[in-house]
């Protein structure tokens, strides 16, 4: 069973800046897509931002220009580099890998807090 393990959430000020990582527990065979989802309170899970095998990105409304997603495709590893956070970030981050044949995988997720 892969597990996906996310790290680097926290608590930090309004404009402040926090970095996302996350890892398999063991290798995953032809992944495709991956990417980070957010759930705020009382708010349906959302599409934060998403890179391909070959790099392409697609980002949130929201976080573009702010957001950067970053994917290690030996290591099987994708991070979030978030800047100029806002309150309106604050929610649970998880990390999301899907395969060629469409298996798809989440973490357990890791608490985000921005403070006004």
């Known amino acids: 069973q892969v597990q996906l393990v996310e790290s680097g959430g926290g608590l930090v000020q309004s404009g402040g800046s926090l970095r996302l990582s996350c890892a398999a527990s063991?290798?995953?065979?032809?992944?495709?897509?991956m990417g980070w989802y957010r759930q705020a309170p009382g708010k349906q899970r959302e599409l934060v931002a998403t890179i391909t095998s070959g790099g392409s990105t697609n980002y949130a409304d929201s976080v573009k220009g702010r957001f950067t997603i970053s994917r290690d495709n030996a290591k099987n590893t994708v991070a979030l580099q978030m800047n100029s956070l806002k309150p309106d970030d604050t929610a649970v981050y998880y990390c999301?890998?899907?395969?060629?044949?469409?298996?798809?995988?989440w973490g357990q997720g890791t608490q985000v807090t921005v403070s006004s």
């Open positions: 063991r290798s995953i065979f032809s992944i495709n897509g």
């Open positions: 999301n890998i899907v395969t060629s044949w469409g298996i798809s995988y």
